[in-house]
């Protein structure tokens, strides 16, 4: 019988060859023969499914596609992410720094007054719709937009890693159809870099290199005993804020977890800050303490296009 193009001999991470296209006008060069180059983000189920890295694509199935405008031209909606792995530390710190880097129109999302909540999160997509890549984040947590009640219900969701809302200062990737998907199409601050992700059972490592090849920021950690979920029994979502054209958008991902742990106030985290972009992200911040830390060996996520958004006027 002859092998899947998608089966574990070919991981999108070994492809050598590439080939040009074109998204709103920039040329970007993606792996030849991978799904983006087979599908554009029209990509088959059924052969995914045959992926052994991927654990079922029912999620997918019952979220369609759409066809939109973009600012990256013509594309489908949502992106799927077929096998992802996460982790991410939550952190206290200061409301008036948090403050400081928030646009106004935004609010941040208070632990109690004076100490809001921040995060560094680091993501390794295996098997997705514009082929394998890594990034990392900085991230502030923030009140959802034009959002009048109590704080407790938004923090107590935040915590739980249920429903956030955030506002992100850094996001490097290391392939170039992601950078400019994601700052030409979504707003998002953007670029490209070294970015190593290797996240399983054991233990969770990141590593993104600033312009000189140096850590900019780095990750070591155990990861938490794992809890295995169906598909689709523990769907979490997450609302981001940017400004497409100066004009304020949202931006809603659907994280579909299927092997996830969490450990509150971990110990033995080594977080190395270093010099280059996130690293001054995350310094100005000022950060306190970590208070979570979460892992997903085994996930899957649904990236919607931005949509625009009314906000308050602070």
Not at 27 to 44: A, E, N
Not at 131 to 155: K, N, Q
Request: charged share 25%; glycine share 6%; proline share 6%.
């Amino acid at each position: 019988m002859p092998s899947s193009p998608l089966d574990a001999s070919r991981q999108d991470v070994a492809v050598s060859e590439t080939t040009a296209v074109d998204l709103g006008g920039r040329t970007v060069t993606v792996p030849k023969g991978g799904l983006y180059d087979r599908f554009r983000m029209d990509t088959d189920l059924d052969e995914v499914a045959r992926d052994p890295r991927v654990t079922s694509v029912d999620f997918f199935r019952k979220l369609p596609k759409a066809r939109v405008d973009s600012p990256i031209g013509s594309t489908l909606t949502p992106n799927f992410y077929y096998r992802i792995s996460t982790a991410r530390l939550v952190m206290l710190a200061p409301t008036r720094a948090i403050r400081a880097r928030l646009p106004r129109e935004l609010a941040p999302l208070e632990v109690t007054p004076g100490l809001g909540l921040i995060s560094t999160m680091f993501f390794r997509y295996d098997v997705c719709d514009i082929d394998f890549y890594a990034e990392a984040a900085v991230g502030i947590a923030v009140r959802p937009a034009r959002h009048g009640g109590l704080g407790v219900v938004d923090l107590v969701s935040a915590l739980k890693n249920e429903n956030l809302d955030s506002y992100v200062l850094s996001l490097p990737v290391n392939t170039d159809i992601a950078q400019v998907r994601g700052h030409d199409g979504y707003g998002f601050p953007k670029w490209v870099t070294d970015v190593d992700v290797d996240i399983d059972a054991r233990r969770a490592t990141a590593r993104v290199a600033n312009a000189d090849g140096q850590t900019d920021l780095a990750l070591s950690v155990a990861t938490p005993s794992q809890t295995t979920h169906a598909t689709g029994e523990h769907v979490t979502s997450l609302t981001s804020y940017t400004t497409i054209d100066g004009a304020w958008h949202s931006t809603l991902s659907q994280t579909n977890l299927l092997s996830t742990g969490r450990t509150l106030f971990p110990r033995k985290v080594d977080l190395e800050i270093g010099q280059g972009r996130m690293a001054d992200d995350l310094r100005s911040l000022s950060p306190k303490r970590i208070v979570q830390l979460d892992v997903a060996t085994d996930a899957q996520l649904a990236l919607h296009m931005p949509v625009p958004i009314s906000v308050r006027d602070r």
